[in-house]
């Protein structure tokens, strides 16, 4: 029970994190956003609480704001992507300027997702295929680990590709990400961190 | 209610079994595996700026690991500029256009390709209805594939407003050498006993096979002498700097010309065989005497003497390089003369067709679809909107247009509808406000880039292009000794999903527009057309990507009939007469000089740095970092202009003209003409989008008044006076 409530709060989060349908702005809207939220907290044992930005009052407007946010090149272009905070390879013997740099897409983080869900079949859809490795793939494969995986290998992805979302905190922070969106990440950071701490 | 979780990544057999036998979970397994793994070689072609040069892509696990040169292109030869390593950055930037965007109010909505292009065709069918097709104009940096699709779609409409980037680069030089000697020859570089470069910055201005060729001739002997208000990188390396006065080029051009007819050191044969006009041309020279010329352009009238018996001696193994933008390509009121009396000078050494003089070369031959499937479209009969060759506004100019004189006419309302492709006028013309009155009052703008650039910004649509090395794109052709065919293939797939090639977007609005039978063959077609008389098949070339073949006219030495009216050099043209213009080239002063009595005062030049081009590369973080690292951004004034102004090397000054006021760091160099203050053209991005570069240096474009010189219809971005302070 534990194990899917977990599988359920990514999922939860992840689908949270991909841009809002209309069912999600209802959720987030009427409350059965939060309440599914605080059912998977309590089902996994975190002790964490949902925070109370997760409740919107304007439906209409969580389109724009994710789009404001994260998508609009007119806007602060927030980031979802683990490739864009970490350096773009740790190997050496790229001969590119720019290959031990953070800010690019298709990192090594991209790269070796992309390898991973061909390896075990799973298909990224087109619009996604820019970021292998956005925080929702991430969130949703990390779902899938738990489901089917081991422990330890859930705990191993939770270190080695969601370790960057303090600096996304931080990046969110600064361009002034407020309201849903604000308190999601600040949420998915906290749920993050807890689990690093519970499965170490 | 209850929420619906998507499911972004869709599976069939996830299990506990699979995730069990991968290996690849461990990211640090996977990377070692990585480093393991071989490399794939594609070649390409680069797009740091517009040479265009031969790229071999190094892949690994499909990610790009490093870029070399091309050793089978005739601009590369195996060697890459700084550019392109920097420019590979693009394809995995964050802040790329991934979707179609439609203006709403000052904001942008996302919108599907088929809204766009539905809703596109109709607004320009009701613009051509309603104003005609001289209404809209079409706006690109020219590549291959926008000069085959614009040209067509543009011409199926009736359109003939094609402008492009070159008005602030090379017309006059367009204009001058078409004049004289039919088009613009190169220098056989390689061979040169003596060369001339009056503004040419071949160290800085990067094609890597010239600087392989600039490098032998140095090896072999050759005497390079740069002609300069500034010590460029180039000077740096050639056997002689020559300071010069800016914007008197002319003025030396034509007592170099007196010097070699007054003492009889011209080429007399060569004259009497090959030339017409001479007499005209020998009158305006003996008139511009060495002591004259010496008080216009600071060079001493034994040193213009020292050059023109140089020139001679080594004649006609010897050029004086056509240059490109240089001194006389778009910056001052009388480059299209300075680029007439550059080539009449050649003329006079005999050096046209001369080992180690001025040549022309063909291009490869390229095949073409048979003309029932790919019909050309009638020739527009109305008169371009910029000017253009048309009788009482620019009847000399090149097709390379106008582009500031159309956006007068556009916020005039004459002009309603645009499209602009990889290019940003408003950022590389000068004066920005006159380009954004123009743009912002057209009726419809539509804007094809990567980039939210400055001209994208005022779009009413923006479509985006995948990155360069995403996308195949049309076969080249460059002119060579061995000619080159090269193609941009597509060395990984695009990275976004919404992003559509040139060609398919111009396919999709001609639908819609109803002119679909001039695009009946597919850009695949086009490129196996174009190959089939090399017997090689594109599946081959595509591995290939470039080869040096035989050139259409096979490369000799010697004279040949030219492609003037005459067919010889033309020292004297009826056409530039029946224009209005002087029939020969002779002294034009510049159009603005500095006061020498203000210490403020100075002429604002510009010019190349090795590592960007233009303002496309300002962007790029690696590029952007050397400015940096070397005060790349920098105003250079002499040291005794700065003493009298109380600037030390590296204080921040104000730069003041009419248009704008300024500050940026000095760079105090003995390097700069003391009259001279010199700005590299990139920086000073003003879209707040170009993340990297906005906000970071100044450009001469905010200083310069936009206008158009009469005779080719260049931007004249030399001629602008500013007053420099301490800040």
Request: proline content about 7%.
């Amino acid at each position: 029970m534990a194990g899917q409530g977990r599988a359920e709060l990514y999922r939860l989060l992840s689908t949270a994190l991909s841009p809002p349908s209309a069912d999600l702005a209802a959720a987030a809207a009427g409350g059965a956003f939060v309440a599914a939220v605080d059912r998977c907290l309590a089902a996994c044992g975190c002790p964490l609480t949902s925070p109370g930005g997760l409740t919107i009052l304007d439906p209409d407007g969580l389109s724009r704001a994710y789009w404001h946010w994260f998508e609009d090149p007119l806007g602060p272009r927030v980031h979802l992507v683990e490739s864009v905070y970490t350096p773009w390879t740790r190997q050496t013997d790229p001969a590119l300027p720019f290959a031990g740099e953070r800010g690019w897409l298709g990192g090594d983080s991209a790269a070796h997702l992309t390898d991973l869900y061909r390896a075990l079949g799973l298909a990224v859809p087109e619009e996604w295929a820019h970021a292998p490795d956005h925080l929702a793939l991430e969130l949703e494969f990390l779902a899938l680990l738990i489901e089917c995986g081991t422990p330890a290998q859930a705990a191993q992805f939770i270190r080695q590709h969601l370790s960057w979302l303090p600096d996304l905190v931080r990046k969110a922070e600064d361009a002034g990400v407020d309201g849903f969106y604000g308190a999601l990440l600040q949420f998915v950071a906290a749920v993050v961190e807890w689990d690093r701490g519970a499965t170490r | 209610m209850e929420l619906t979780r998507r499911r972004l990544l869709s599976t069939a057999s996830f299990s506990a079994a699979v995730v069990g036998t991968t290996p690849l979970l461990d990211i640090d397994r996977w990377l070692a595996a990585l480093a393991d793994a071989p490399a794939e070689v594609r070649p390409s072609t680069c797009n740091g700026c517009s040479s265009h040069c031969g790229m071999l892509v190094h892949l690994k696990g499909g990610r790009v690991w490093k870029v070399t040169g091309h050793p089978e292109h005739g601009r590369s030869l195996g060697r890459l500029c700084a550019r392109a390593h920097g420019a590979v950055s693009w394809l995995y930037d964050p802040d790329r256009l991934a979707q179609p965007l439609k203006r709403d109010g000052t904001r942008f909505r996302p919108i599907s390709w088929d809204h766009a292009l539905d809703e596109i065709a109709e607004r320009l069918k009701a613009i051509l209805a309603r104003h005609g097709p001289g209404a809209l104009f079409w706006s690109h940096n020219p590549r291959a594939d926008g000069v085959l699709y614009g040209t067509r779609f543009m011409h199926a409409l009736g359109a003939p407003t094609i402008v492009t980037h070159n008005a602030a680069c090379n017309t006059a030089l367009t204009a001058g050498f078409g004049a004289v000697l039919g088009r613009v020859p190169e220098v056989d570089l390689a061979r040169t006993r003596y060369l001339l470069l009056i503004g040419r910055n071949y160290a800085e201005g990067v094609r890597t096979s010239s600087s392989i060729a600039m490098g032998q001739a140095l090896a072999a002997g050759a005497k390079v002498v740069v002609v300069d208000p500034r010590h460029s990188a180039t000077a740096a390396i050639a056997s002689e700097w020559i300071p010069i006065r800016p914007g008197t080029d002319l003025a030396l051009v034509l007592a170099l010309a007196h010097v070699l007819i007054t003492e009889a050191r011209y080429d007399a044969a060569f004259v009497r065989e090959h030339t017409t006009g001479f007499e005209e041309f020998r009158t305006v020279a003996l008139a511009h005497t060495p002591e004259w010329a010496a008080v216009e352009t600071g060079i001493s009238a034994a040193t213009i003497r020292r050059v023109a018996r140089d020139l001679a001696g080594a004649k006609p193994h010897c050029a004086v390089d056509p240059s490109w933008k240089g001194a006389f390509g778009a910056n001052y009121l009388n480059s299209t003369d300075t680029a007439r009396a550059v080539a009449c000078l050649n003329a006079l050494l005999g050096n046209i067709g001369a080992e180690g003089g001025l040549v022309f070369y063909s291009g490869p031959r390229l095949g073409s679809p048979p003309a029932a499937r790919w019909p050309a479209p009638p020739r527009p009969t109305v008169a371009r909107a910029d000017g253009a060759g048309v009788a009482g506004e620019f009847p000399l100019a090149p097709a390379q247009g106008v582009p500031q004189h159309l956006m007068r006419k556009a916020a005039q309302g004459k002009v309603k509808a645009g499209i602009v492709v990889h290019h940003n006028p408003i950022r590389n013309f000068p004066d920005p406000k006159h380009m954004e009155a123009g743009m912002g009052a057209l009726d419809l703008l539509v804007v094809i880039d990567t980039h939210l650039t400055e001209t994208a910004r005022l779009a009413h649509y923006i479509l985006p292009e995948p990155c360069f090395l995403e996308q195949e794109e049309l076969i080249e052709g460059i002119p060579g000794e061995r000619a080159t065919i090269a193609m941009r293939t597509q060395v990984v797939p695009p990275r976004f999903a919404y992003t559509k090639p040139l060609p398919e977007i111009i396919e999709g609005l001609a639908r819609r527009m109803g002119i679909e039978r001039y695009f009946a063959v597919s850009l695949e077609e086009l490129n196996r057309a174009r190959l089939a008389p090399h017997g090689v098949t594109l599946e081959q070339f595509r591995r290939r990507g470039s080869m040096l073949v035989d050139p259409s006219t096979p490369f000799r030495y010697g004279m040949r009939r030219l492609e003037t009216p005459s067919g010889k050099v033309e020292f004297a043209s009826e056409r530039f007469a029946r224009a209005g213009f002087n029939a020969v080239p002779t002294w034009v002063p510049p159009k603005v000089r500095p006061d020498l009595a203000d210490p403020k005062a100075f002429r604002l030049i510009h010019g190349k740095q090795a590592f960007h081009s233009h303002t496309a590369t300002a962007n790029i973080p690696v590029l952007l970092q050397i400015t940096k690292d070397y005060g790349g951004e920098r105003i250079w004034i002499h040291p005794r202009r700065a003493a009298r102004l109380g600037i030390s090397d590296g204080d921040l000054v104000r730069v003041t003209s009419p248009l704008a006021a300024q500050t940026v760091r000095a760079r105090v160099t003995h390097r700069i003409h003391p009259e001279a203050a010199y700005l590299p053209a990139g920086y000073g991005r003003t879209s707040p989008y170009m993340r990297t570069g906005f906000g970071f240096g100044i450009s001469p474009n905010d200083h310069t008044v936009a206008d158009a010189e009469p005779i080719s219809g260049h931007a004249m971005m030399h001629e602008v006076i500013v007053w420099i302070e301490k800040a």
